[in-house]
């Protein structure tokens, strides 16, 4: 006698599926919290023991498992591998760091003639600061006179060389002089350091009255590249009272050199 098993289709059993995914779905959360603690109760044990077996893998292996001088040779080579790779990864994060930054150099039309030469700032560049000492020198190609950069903006002009250091002049120097121009009133003049993050431009010829917030822009002298550079804004003007088309600006840069990780010093090219 030939037995015949009952076949289940396809389409049955997905219905089946369906029909006790929706039964789970809605039924009350009462319901479904005693069904979890009932399953917890039934397979506490298979589960406490794959709990003990992952702690297992995620110990160390002890010193007394193997030989002591095998472990001690095997987690020296450990830690001397973990802090390469950490050392790996810090070049690599400053290295795409500095390449952003001179990619948005470069993008001055101007500076692709120029050389830029990073720097980093040994000094603490706090608020009270008007002198930056970096790490580059004459073996880097630094000069008294050349322009400094920050933040896409001139900040200043390197005052002192040696072999493997410079002085960086900021511009809010007290002895600092810069011929700077506003753009939006086309008026020319010379920028003055007064003091940690203030400057002064004393005397300014304009037709038009200078607003808070007007940029200003370095002019153009020997070394300083043929475009125009921001360096600092407006944040207060006064009219002189002997002549009413004479101005006293004054000024901060729109750098925060206090949080200035490092600068590019501008090496003309030949």
Known sequence: MTRYGHKTSKRMLFAYCML??????????????????????????????????????RIPLAANTVDSADYTRLMTIQRRLRNHVANLQAQLD???????????????????????????????????????????????GLAAGQFVIGDYSVIGVVSDVSAQTARVKLITDPTSKLPVRIARIEAKGVMRGRGPGEAVIPEIYAKNPPKVGDQVYGHKTPGFPGVPIV????????????????????????????????????????
């Open 20 to 57: 006790g995914g929706g039964i789970f779905l809605f039924t009350p959360p009462s319901v479904t919290g005693k069904l979890q603690l009932a399953y917890a109760r039934v397979f506490r044990g298979p589960l406490e023991t794959g709990h003990d077996i992952t702690l297992a893998g």
């Open 94 to 140: 400053e290295a795409h760091r500095q390449i952003d930054t001179l990619a948005g150099l470069r993008s001055v039309p101007e500076l692709n003639r120029m050389k830029l030469q990073p720097a980093g700032i040994i000094n603490d560049p706090g608020e009270t600061q008007t002198i930056l000492l970096v790490n580059r020198g004459q073996k880097d």
């Open 231 to 270: 360096t600092a804004e407006v944040v207060e003007s006064k009219r002189s009272p002997d002549n009413a088309r004479v101005w006293e600006i004054t000024v901060r840069p729109v750098c925060d050199i206090a949080n200035l990780p490092e600068i590019h010093v501008v090496i003309p090219g030949k």
